[in-house]
């Protein structure tokens, strides 16, 4: 059983804002990148701005705004910090990639990437809210209507 603790870390990454509930499937997401490492959430902490968030901090890893960037699926309002020595080293925004590659399943069972098992690929749309089509069967998904590749 890892003992939950949210307590400032000395060199690490703090993945803040993550919509209420999502803390989990953001450390799906990252999967490989933060291995061994020790790994702290918080759930459901009040926020000012969205009512409810989570917090995720990874002690001795420092991901990539490529890594993050991976999570603007299911977390676009994550902020990322990156901590060296206690102090603030680096801070930004999570942005939706153009191009979000093998982190979900197309829902369509008919896909060729269902049938062939092969990699997926979505470009994002962002008329009207984001919205992600695949490249095989020109399908286009909401966010919440992707499954999120385990592992
Ligand atoms: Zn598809």
Same mark, same amino acid.
């Given at each position: ?5 949210? %307590?400032?870390?000395?060199? +690490? ?7 209420? !509930? /999502?803390?989990?499937? @953001? ?9 061994? %490492?020790?790994?702290?959430? +918080? ?7 969205? !009512? /409810?968030?989570?917090? @995720? ?9 490529? %890594? ?14 990156i901590i060296r020595d206690y102090e603030t080293s680096e801070k930004w925004?999570?942005?939706i990639p153009e191009v979000i590659e093998n982190i979900a399943h197309c ?45």
């Amino acid at each position: 059983m890892k003992q939950l603790k949210v %307590d400032a870390i000395k060199n +690490g990454t703090v993945i803040d804002h993550i919509p209420g !509930g /999502k803390a989990v499937q @953001v450390l799906k997401i990252l999967n490989g990148k933060a291995a061994g %490492d020790p790994v702290s959430i +918080g759930m459901n902490l009040p926020s000012a701005k969205f !009512g /409810k968030k989570d917090i @995720v901090k990874i002690e001795n890893h420092e991901l990539s705004v490529d %890594d993050v960037n991976r999570i603007a699926l299911i977390a676009p309002t994550a902020t990322i910090t990156i901590i060296r020595d206690y102090e603030t080293s680096e801070k930004w925004k999570v942005e939706i990639p153009e191009v979000i590659e093998n982190i979900a399943h197309c829902p369509n069972p008919n896909c060729i990437t269902n049938t062939e098992r092969i990699p997926t690929r979505f470009d994002v749309l962002s008329d009207g809210g984001p919205g992600f089509m695949c490249r095989y069967c020109e399908k286009v998904y909401e966010a919440e209507g992707l499954k999120i590749k385990v592992g």
